[in-house]
């Protein structure tokens, strides 16, 4: 019943732009953590934002910092992240997902996550 799911991946030419989204039914979004994170093939899964209900904070990686822009609608129960300028270092199988109040250290300890969307930066 619960679920959260992504859409938006695909397949953009370095510099080039795409927009991801979660959306969740069966739980409210606006009272938890939420993250966004991705894994290249061979690689460990890296953190990429997340957004904090106990304080309203943004974090993220330095690797996407002025590129990336998480945000959230709270009336469609909905995540968005915006990437720009992309690099091909960016590909990889990205994934939302849910954790408490706070956003957590590591992967490991979110509750929830998305299926996945795949994200290739290639000429």
């Known amino acids: 019943q619960v679920q959260f799911v992504e859409s938006g991946g695909g397949l953009v030419q370095p510099g080039g732009s795409l927009r991801l989204s979660c959306a969740g039914s069966?739980?409210?979004?606006?009272?938890?953590?939420i993250g966004w994170f991705r894994q290249a093939p061979g690689k460990e899964r890296e953190g990429v934002s997340c957004?904090?209900?106990?304080?309203?904070?943004?974090y993220y990686a330095d690797s996407v910092k002025g590129r990336f822009t998480f945000s959230r609608d709270n009336a469609k129960n909905t995540v968005y992240l915006q990437m720009n300028s992309l690099k091909p270092e960016d590909t990889a199988v990205y994934y939302c997902?849910?954790?408490?109040?706070?956003?957590?250290?590591?992967?490991?300890?979110?509750?929830?996550w998305g299926q996945g969307t795949q994200v290739t930066v290639s000429s």
């Open positions: 069966g739980f409210t979004l606006d009272y938890y953590a």
């Open positions: 997902a849910v954790a408490g109040y706070v956003c957590p250290k590591g992967p490991n300890e979110y509750d929830y």
């Open positions: 957004i904090s209900p106990s304080d309203g904070s943004t």
